[in-house]
C-alpha cells in the first residue's frame, strides 16, 4: 500500500533508544507485505484423469518491504542509517499509526537497505529510505509506545533543509561549485529463511555509496583535472 495524508503517522528510531523521531517532514511511505510461494507439480494417483492440474503452490517465505519519503531538518538520519560497519546487522524499529481507527503497525526488526539524500537546485532537500522488515504486526489496538519507557515522535521545529542550507561541498581538498547532486548509500542485503524463528533474516554484506546528478554552476578545472588523472584525494 502507498499511504499519502494526514491519516498517517510513521515515525523511526534504533532498535536499543527510548523516543522515536520523524527524520523530517514525512511525506510519504510504501508498506508491502508479500508471500513468496512455490509451485511444485506432483504425480496423479490411479482415479487421477487431468494429471496436469496436479501442483501445489506451497508458502516458503514471505517479504515485508517499507519505504518512506521525507523532507529532512538536518543530516541526523544519515548519522544515524550510515551503518559503521559495511556489514551490520543494525536493526531499527519502525512504527505506524493509523490515526483515523487508532491502529498501530510496529517492528523492531527493520534492516536499512538503502538510503538516498536529494539535494536539488533551488528546491527543498529529499530524504527516502528502504527497509526491510524480519516481521511486523499489522494494525493492533495496543500501542507500541508507553510514553514512559518508550515515546513517540513530534514534529520538527525548524523549516526543511533546501539549496540554500548546502555548502562547503569539496573533492578531497577541492571546493565544488555545484548547484545539485545526490548521495545514495546501498548496502547488499542477503535473506535467509530461519526455521528456529520461521521467519526470514536479513544481513548486510557489503555497502556502495554513490554521488550522483552532480551539476556544476561553473567549470572547475581543478575538479576536471584530477578525475582525468585518476589522482585520488
Same mark, same amino acid.
Given at each position: 500500500?502507498? !499511504? ?6 510513521? *515515525? ?14 514525512? *511525506?510519504?511511505? =510504501? ?12 504425480? #496423479? ?5 487431468? $494429471?496436469f ?7 516458503k ?8 519519503? @521525507? ?11 550510515y551503518?559503521? $560497519? ?31 539524500? &536529494? ?5 527543498? @532537500? *529529499? ?6 522488515? !524480519? ?20 514534529? #520538527?521545529? =525548524?523549516?526543511?533543509? &533546501?539549496?540554500? +542550507?548546502? &555548502? ?8 565544488? /561549485?555545484? $548547484?545539485?547532486? +545526490?548521495?545514495?548509500? +546501498?548496502? /547488499? ?7 528456529? &524463528?520461521?521467519?526470514m533474516r ?12 552532480l !551539476?556544476?554552476? *561553473? ?9 582525468? =588523472?585518476?589522482?585520488?584525494?
Open positions: 500500500m502507498v !499511504e499519502i495524508g494526514y491519516d498517517y503517522v510513521i *515515525e523511526g528510531k534504533k532498535a536499543d533508544d527510548t523516543a522515536y523521531t520523524l527524520y523530517g517532514y514525512h *511525506e510519504e511511505f =510504501s508498506l508491502t507485505q508479500k508471500d513468496d510461494y512455490a509451485e511444485k507439480p506432483y504425480l #496423479p494417483d490411479n482415479a487421477t484423469t487431468d $494429471s492440474t496436479l501442483k501445489l503452490n506451497t508458502k517465505g514471505e517479504e515485508i518491504s517499507l519505504t518512506t519519503k @521525507c523532507m529532512p531538518v538536518d543530516l541526523t538520519p544519515l548519522k544515524t542509517f551503518l559503521e $560497519s559495511s556489514t551490520s546487522d543494525t536493526k531499527y524499529s519502525i512504527g505506524i499509526i493509523n490515526k483515523k481507527t487508532s491502529k498501530y503497525t510496529h517492528t523492531d526488526e527493520a534492516i536499512i537497505k538503502s538510503i538516498s539524500l &536529494s539535494i536539488p537546485e533551488n528546491d527543498v @532537500c *529529499e530524504l527516502s529510505f528502504d527497509f526491510s522488515c !524480519e516481521s511486523m504486526t499489522f494494525n493492533q489496538t495496543t500501542d507500541y509506545a508507553d510514553g514512559t519507557t518508550i515515546t513517540h515522535a513530534s514534529l #520538527p521545529t =525548524s523549516e526543511p533543509l &533546501s539549496t540554500i +542550507d548546502v &555548502s562547503n561541498v569539496i573533492w578531497g581538498t577541492i571546493p565544488l /561549485n555545484v $548547484s545539485k547532486f +545526490d548521495v545514495k548509500i +546501498d548496502y /547488499n542485503v542477503v535473506n535467509k529463511w530461519d526455521m528456529q &524463528s520461521q521467519k536479513y544481513y548486510v554484506t557489503d555497502r556502495k555509496i554513490t554521488v550522483d546528478s !551539476e556544476f554552476a *561553473e567549470t572547475n578545472d581543478d575538479f576536471v583535472n584530477a578525475v582525468t =588523472s585518476k589522482a585520488e584525494y
